[in-house]
């Protein structure tokens, strides 16, 4: 396996007082956590759109009507529509949990320094199993069957493909030098959108063409 290079279509931001951390799509706005809130953005446009005002400290994700954000030891389940908080669940590592996906009626979650990505039950938090990586995990992403992971290492960030049952990689893409990686999900079409950590910025990297429909 050859690692190949990613493609940067657009950076959006910087982002006032926003330390990126998880990412998430729903269909139409990017929500990006950035500590105290989570906060959304039209990516046509780039422009910010939104705000709620919950604990926001890594991954995020989207099931098609609620959000849920890791905030420290938990994940809460919150309401767009209302911006309130429904449930909160523990969070599978207690503290050390990164990256957050939906797929197949689950939670997918990074555990960063572990090097672990769990699928958890998202009513209750049980892990129904776990899923070794050999680099850090930073975020978490499903599209059309295939489980994708960042990892951000020193000045080292990639995008991978992994088997989702052995965490084997199966690709990678490479960010260039000194840029990081600090959360992930797909549009489901040809971009991923990328967490820019502390420099405030979402980058769209383009999907390898041959995985794109």
């Not at 951000?152 to 490479?174: F, H, K, Q, Y």
């Not at 990686?181 to 967490?195: A, H």
């Amino acid at each position: 396996m050859r690692p190949s290079k990613a493609e940067i279509i657009r950076e959006y931001g910087p982002f006032p007082k926003a330390n990126v951390a998880g990412v998430t799509y729903d269909g139409e706005s990017v929500w990006f956590a950035t500590g105290d809130a989570v906060r959304a953005f039209d990516p046509a446009t780039g422009e910010e759109l939104r705000a709620i005002d919950v604990p926001a400290h890594a991954g995020t994700a989207f099931d098609g009507e609620y959000l849920y954000q890791i905030a420290e030891a938990r994940i809460q389940k919150i309401d767009p529509k209302t911006r309130r908080v429904v449930s909160t669940i523990p969070a599978p590592a207690g503290g050390g949990d990164s990256g957050l996906a939906w797929a197949e009626g689950t939670l997918w979650v990074g555990e960063y320094r572990a090097r672990k990505i769990h699928q958890i039950d998202p009513t209750t938090g049980a892990i129904l199993r776990t899923i070794e990586s050999n680099r850090f995990v930073t975020g978490v992403t499903w599209v059309d069957g295939e489980l994708w992971h960042a990892t951000w290492e020193g000045e080292e960030s990639e995008l991978r493909r992994v088997d989702p049952g052995s965490g084997a990689v199966l690709e990678c893409v490479e960010m260039p030098a000194g840029v990081k990686i600090s959360g992930l999900e797909c549009d489901g079409q040809d971009r991923f959108y990328c967490g820019g950590g502390n420099s405030g910025t979402v980058r769209a990297v383009r999907r390898p063409q041959k995985l794109a429909r």
